[in-house]
């Protein structure tokens, strides 16, 4: 097939017979390219074609898809669409994207609101047993001799988990196992972690402090508003060594003058930092003496 009739679907300058063979997955094209065209023939003029290339996409190789959506290379718009029409209710193809370092970050939040909105119905929706279970039997009590089986600990569960049940335990999980996750090198993760409805203050307080967190964490916690408010959380913020100075700098002038003298003594965080804070309580203090009276 040439470039440019492949240009020519994408633009929607290509005549119809080769449309149809397009949204039927008969052209001979690329895998990764197939999908892109296929994704664009689902908002073609024409109705038909729209429904065969949407329908050809939903019956394509689950492996082919996992690996276009996982592709670094994919475009944007594809990646969009899949969200948005293909992955829902699928986690393999969620585990894809999540997967791909190029998914954009308004596309990771909507995976996770989806997610969070997911598990909020599934817990709404399950219903108490209709009766409490029977007592165990006599042959399944401890006897002396017979140590009961080892439980699985959180961290064996943890490691064992796709991408897409640690974001689901991210975001419904209790608190333990939220103080591992945050720690999870999967970005989505840990920020799922921050948009968690039982969230606590304490928590938050904690990872702004933590020096086992990720940059990327502390940019979170930063840039959020009502964890912004947090005078407790901004001054953890301000004195974890690992907070990127474009992080900390900007918060400084919030810090009161008891712990903005303690920053000053803080030989943990970077000398800019400090710096930076002896300078504001010169300044402070030159500003205090010229309104005295005799001072000019």
């Known amino acids: 097939m040439p470039e440019r009739m492949v240009d020519a679907i994408r633009e929607g300058k290509a005549p119809e017979v080769v449309r149809r063979k397009a949204a039927e997955g008969g052209l001979p094209l690329p895998v990764g390219e197939s999908i892109e065209i296929l994704t664009v023939l689902t908002k ?42 293909l992955a829902s209710g699928r986690e393999d193809l969620l585990e894809a994207l999540i ?38 039997e006599p042959a399944a ?29 991210a975001l419904t999980g209790n608190q333990e196992a939220r103080m591992m996750l945050i720690r999870d090198s999967n970005k989505l993760v840990s920020r799922a972690v921050l948009q968690s409805p039982k969230l606590s203050d304490s928590e938050v307080e904690g990872y702004a402090s933590a020096k086992n967190v990720s940059e990327e964490v502390l940019r979170l916690i ?52 400090r710096g930076m804070a002896i300078k504001i309580i010169k300044a402070k203090q030159e500003a205090t003496k010229s309104k005295m009276p005799g001072k000019h």
């Open 44 to 85: 073609d003029k024409d109705e038909e074609i729209r429904k065969k290339a949407l329908h050809t996409l939903h019956n394509w190789d689950r492996q082919e898809l996992q690996q276009t959506l996982a592709n670094p290379a994919t475009p944007p718009g594809v990646l969009d669409f899949a969200t948005n029409y």
């Open 222 to 273: 930063a840039g959020n508003r009502a964890f912004r408010k947090s005078y407790t959380v901004m001054k953890a913020l301000i004195n974890n060594p690992r907070a990127p100075l474009d992080v900390t700098m900007p918060l400084l002038h919030r810090l009161n003058e008891r712990d903005m003298k303690m920053l000053t003594q803080n030989r943990n965080v970077a000398e800019a930092v």
């Open 141 to 169: 009590a401890e006897t002396p001799g017979h140590e009961p089986p080892e439980k699985e600990t959180l961290i064996q569960k943890v490691n064992r988990m796709s991408a897409v049940e640690k974001i689901k335990t």
């Open 99 to 136: 997967n791909n370092p190029n998914l954009p970050d308004d596309l990771r939040d909507e995976i996770t609101s989806n997610l969070l909105r997911a598990a909020q119905q599934a817990a709404a929706s399950a219903s108490p047993p209709a009766e409490l279970p029977p007592p165990l």
